[in-house]
C-alpha cells in the first residue's frame, strides 16, 4: 500500500514516516523545502518538494505517487508563539487548513485516491460550557473569543472538508503536542518563568506526545471509519493550576508564577486567559474503541519527564479491532 504524507517533514511527519515504513507501507513524504529532503529518504520516505498552496504542483506530485492513501499533516507555525495575535500567528496554518486541504482533495478526487487522513486540533477549541471534558459529539466553540475565529473557522472547514468528502475520509484531533521537535520552546520559556498560572488556572489541558499523534493517525489510516473524527489525546486531562508546576517540577524549572486574570490579560491577552480559566480537555474513549488505539504515553506527567527526548517507536500501541 502507498500512503503518500504531505508535511512530511514536520513535527509529526519525521515521527509518522518511520512508523508506516515499518509496518510495510511504501511511503511518498512531501516538504516545501530542498533541505528537508535527505531527512525525508533517511526516514525511509520518497520525498518530494512541493508547496501545499500549489493546487497544481500538488496535483501532480499525487498523480505521480500513484498513493492508495494521503496523509494530512501540512502546517506551519512560527518559533515564537503569539496569543494576543493568535490568527495572525496561525495564518499560514489556517491556509494550509483550508486551501491546502482544497487542494490535496482535489488531488485524491482527480488520482481516484479512495482513504485521506488529516489532523486537527482539540483543546481551546471546544465548546467553554458544561461538562470540563468533551467528547467528539460536543460541539466546537460557537464562540470564540475574537483572536482565534479565523483559526476556529479553519478547523470547521477541513473537518467538515474531509469528512462530507467522496472518501473514506477521517479526522484526527491532536491535542497540545509535545516532545521531540515539538516542545523544546515551552521547556525554554518554563525555565524563565515566563509560563504563569494565569487566574484560577481551572481551564483545562489535553496533551498528544508526538508519538502518539502518530501512531493514533496510523491507527485512524489502518481501522478509521469513514467522516469519523478521533481525539488522539492522553489519557490525564488536566487543569493548568495543576498541568503547568507538575511540568516545571519534572523538568527542574523554577515554580512558575501565578498571577490574577487582569494582568494575565494586559500581558498575553483574552486567549491565555480563556485558555487557562474555562478551556475544556477532551476524552480518547472513541478512538480508544474504535481504532484499538492506545497512548505509548498515558499521561503527560511521564511523557514530560521521560518522553521529551527519545527514540521513535516503530511497534505503536494499536490492538486489534473488532466490526461493530
Do not use: C
Given at each position: 500500500?502507498?500512503?503518500?504524507?504531505?508535511?512530511?517533514?514536520?513535527?509529526?511527519?519525521?515521527?509518522?514516516?518511520?512508523?508506516?515504513?515499518?509496518?510495510?507501507?511504501?511511503?511518498?513524504?512531501?516538504?516545501?523545502?530542498?533541505?528537508?529532503?535527505?531527512?525525508?529518504?533517511?526516514?525511509?520516505?520518497?520525498?518530494?518538494?512541493?508547496?501545499?498552496?500549489?493546487?497544481?504542483?500538488?496535483?501532480?506530485?499525487?498523480?505521480?505517487?500513484?498513493?492508495?492513501?494521503?496523509?494530512?499533516?501540512?502546517?506551519?507555525?512560527?518559533?515564537?508563539?503569539?496569543?494576543?495575535?493568535?490568527?495572525?500567528?496561525?495564518?499560514?496554518?489556517?491556509?494550509?487548513?483550508?486551501?491546502?486541504?482544497?487542494?490535496?482533495?482535489?488531488?485524491?478526487?482527480?488520482?481516484?485516491?479512495?482513504?485521506?487522513?488529516?489532523?486537527?486540533?482539540?483543546?481551546?477549541?471546544?465548546?467553554?460550557?458544561?461538562?470540563?471534558?468533551?467528547?467528539?459529539?460536543?460541539?466546537?466553540?460557537?464562540?470564540?473569543?475574537?483572536?482565534?475565529?479565523?483559526?476556529?473557522?479553519?478547523?470547521?472547514?477541513?473537518?467538515?472538508?474531509?469528512?462530507?468528502?467522496?472518501?473514506?475520509?477521517?479526522?484526527?484531533?491532536y491535542g497540545g503536542l509535545y516532545g521531540p521537535g515539538s516542545s523544546e520552546k515551552f521547556v525554554e520559556i518554563?525555565?524563565?518563568?515566563?509560563?504563569?498560572?494565569?487566574?484560577?488556572?481551572?481551564?483545562?489541558?489535553?496533551?498528544?506526545?508526538?508519538?502518539?499523534?502518530?501512531?493514533?493517525?496510523?491507527?485512524?489510516?489502518?481501522?478509521?471509519?469513514?467522516?469519523?473524527?478521533?481525539?488522539?489525546?492522553?489519557?490525564?486531562?488536566?487543569?493548568?493550576?495543576?498541568?503547568?508546576?507538575?511540568?516545571?517540577?519534572?523538568?527542574?524549572?523554577?515554580?512558575?508564577?501565578?498571577?490574577?486574570?487582569?494582568?494575565?490579560?494586559?500581558?498575553?491577552?483574552?486567549?491565555?486567559?480563556?485558555?487557562?480559566?474555562?478551556?475544556?480537555?477532551?476524552?480518547?474513549?472513541?478512538?480508544?474503541?474504535?481504532?484499538?488505539?492506545?497512548?505509548?504515553?498515558?499521561?503527560?506527567?511521564?511523557?514530560?519527564?521521560?518522553?521529551?527526548?527519545?527514540?521513535?517507536?516503530?511497534?505503536?500501541?494499536?490492538?486489534?479491532?473488532?466490526?461493530?
Amino acid at each position: 500500500m502507498r500512503v503518500f504524507v504531505a508535511g512530511a517533514s514536520g513535527a509529526v511527519g519525521r515521527r509518522l514516516v518511520p512508523m508506516l515504513v515499518a509496518r510495510g507501507y511504501q511511503v511518498i513524504g512531501t516538504t516545501t523545502s530542498e533541505k528537508n529532503v535527505e531527512t525525508i529518504r533517511a526516514l525511509g520516505a520518497e520525498p518530494v518538494v512541493v508547496d501545499g498552496l500549489d493546487a497544481a504542483g500538488i496535483g501532480k506530485a499525487v498523480a505521480r505517487a500513484e498513493p492508495d492513501a494521503i496523509i494530512h499533516q501540512m502546517t506551519a507555525l512560527s518559533s515564537t508563539a503569539d496569543f494576543k495575535q493568535f490568527d495572525r500567528w496561525f495564518a499560514l496554518t489556517n491556509r494550509l487548513r483550508t486551501e491546502g486541504t482544497e487542494n490535496l482533495l482535489a488531488a485524491a478526487k482527480a488520482s481516484g485516491v479512495p482513504r485521506f487522513v488529516a489532523q486537527s486540533f482539540t483543546g481551546w477549541s471546544n465548546e467553554r460550557t458544561g461538562d470540563w471534558i468533551k467528547t467528539e459529539d460536543d460541539p466546537l466553540d460557537p464562540n470564540p473569543v475574537a483572536a482565534q475565529r479565523e483559526t476556529l473557522a479553519a478547523i470547521r472547514f477541513l473537518e467538515r472538508a474531509v469528512t462530507e468528502a467522496p472518501l473514506d475520509g477521517i479526522v484526527v484531533r491532536y491535542g497540545g503536542l509535545y516532545g521531540p521537535g515539538s516542545s523544546e520552546k515551552f521547556v525554554e520559556i518554563l525555565g524563565k518563568r515566563m509560563f504563569p498560572v494565569i487566574g484560577n488556572g481551572a481551564g483545562y489541558v489535553s496533551s498528544t506526545h508526538v508519538d502518539d499523534a502518530a501512531g493514533g493517525t496510523l491507527a485512524a489510516l489502518e481501522h478509521g471509519r469513514r467522516g469519523g473524527i478521533y481525539n488522539i489525546v492522553d489519557d490525564e486531562p488536566a487543569p493548568t493550576r495543576e498541568f503547568i508546576p507538575a511540568i516545571a517540577e519534572a523538568l527542574g524549572a523554577p515554580k512558575p508564577m501565578r498571577i490574577p486574570a487582569w494582568l494575565g490579560r494586559l500581558f498575553a491577552g483574552d486567549v491565555a486567559v480563556t485558555m487557562m480559566t474555562e478551556g475544556r480537555g477532551s476524552s480518547n474513549a472513541k478512538a480508544r474503541r474504535e481504532l484499538g488505539w492506545e497512548p505509548i504515553w498515558p499521561s503527560w506527567r511521564d511523557g514530560f519527564r521521560h518522553g521529551l527526548d527519545t527514540p521513535v517507536p516503530l511497534r505503536p500501541r494499536v490492538k486489534e479491532v473488532t466490526a461493530a
